[in-house]
């Protein structure tokens, strides 16, 4: 009997929080069964399904936490609030996928790995931190923080000053067996939760987690090319990538192939911080032997696996 197709599935951290008035752990819960909902239709026509996400609005929520309580515990490091989002959100996810299966009589389990991702040390992000977490400061708490913990921090578009920190490219999975044995084993994977969490060896080779965050799709899309997964799904705000987005000739795009995506990316057709990190990964997967990518909207998975929607990336 062939194996089943492997599919990796993206679903943005941001797609779990509706709107401002949306953001409660219950509203997170119900995102999350909408969204589980559309992937276990995938599940049912017989694909293998890991899940990655984002985490984003949640570690933020968290350092927020943490900021409000410095005064009576202490600082929450930012790979451990990478480590406890993986366990919260995969909690959610699985939940929701074990009363999904339920309702369907499905007889099928998720399982969330707690995912370590490796990265360089001499990655050049650690010299040059670019991406922004945490809540906006005055110039003055920001100094001070600069001056005590040794943050590196910006001024952020008029709106206050925040803290960056590396955004390093994600080297490997450091629990690629151990979600790949869960697969073959018949289990629905969640991993690699807010792009894994960013850990370094030491010059004894053992791990230690860093002050990081990886970018959710390119670390899926490593997962997708170390496991090779038929497909690579990501699953965001919009039906169908468009070129020339929300310009009077915008144009959707059904089907692009490897060399059309290196083409637009360099044209800059892709926002950056949004849809262009999505066609990097993309085009990292297909370079790295991928077989297919699609990216569309979590109700429209199925009609796009149908060939429907969506826009389908291919060599």
Not at 125 to 150: C, L, N, Q
Not at 154 to 162: F, H
Request: proline share 5%; glycine share 10%.
């Amino acid at each position: 009997m062939p194996s089943k197709k492997v599919a990796v599935v993206a679903v943005g951290g941001n797609s779990l929080i509706k709107d401002k008035s949306h953001q409660t752990v219950p509203d997170q819960y119900a995102a999350s069964a909408e969204s589980m909902a559309h992937i276990a239709d995938m599940i049912e026509a017989d694909w293998d399904v890991v899940i990655t996400h984002g985490n984003g609005p949640q570690v933020g929520f968290i350092l927020r936490r943490s900021e409000l309580a410095l005064h009576e515990l202490h600082p929450v490091p930012l790979d451990y609030c990478g480590a406890d989002t993986q366990g919260a959100i995969g909690y959610m996810f699985q939940q929701a996928l074990y009363n999904e299966f339920r309702q369907r009589g499905m007889d099928k389990q998720a399982a969330t790995v707690v995912t370590q991702v490796l990265v360089d040390s001499k990655d050049p992000a650690f010299v040059h931190p670019t991406k922004p977490i945490g809540s906006f400061m005055d110039e003055s708490a920001a100094v001070k923080h600069r001056d005590k913990e040794g943050w590196s921090v910006v001024e952020d578009a008029g709106r206050g000053w925040r803290r960056v920190v590396p955004s390093p490219i994600p080297v490997r999975i450091v629990q690629r067996d151990a979600i790949l044995a869960l697969i073959k084993a018949g289990f629905v994977v969640i991993g690699v939760g807010g792009g894994g969490i960013p850990v370094v060896e030491d010059e004894k080779g053992n791990l230690i987690g860093v002050e990081a965050v990886i970018d959710k799709d390119f670390a899926s899309a490593l997962l997708a090319s170390s496991i090779q997964a038929d497909l690579f799904l990501i699953s965001t705000a919009i039906e169908k990538v468009a070129l020339n987005f929300n310009k009077p000739d915008q144009s959707w795009l059904d089907r692009v192939t490897l060399v059309e995506a290196k083409r637009y990316l360099v044209e800059g057709h892709f926002a950056k911080g949004s849809m262009e990190p999505k066609v990097q990964a993309i085009i990292g997967y297909l370079e790295d032997g991928g077989k297919q990518a699609i990216v569309t909207t979590p109700e429209n998975i199925g009609r796009a696996l149908a060939g429907e929607t969506g826009t389908h990336f291919v060599p």
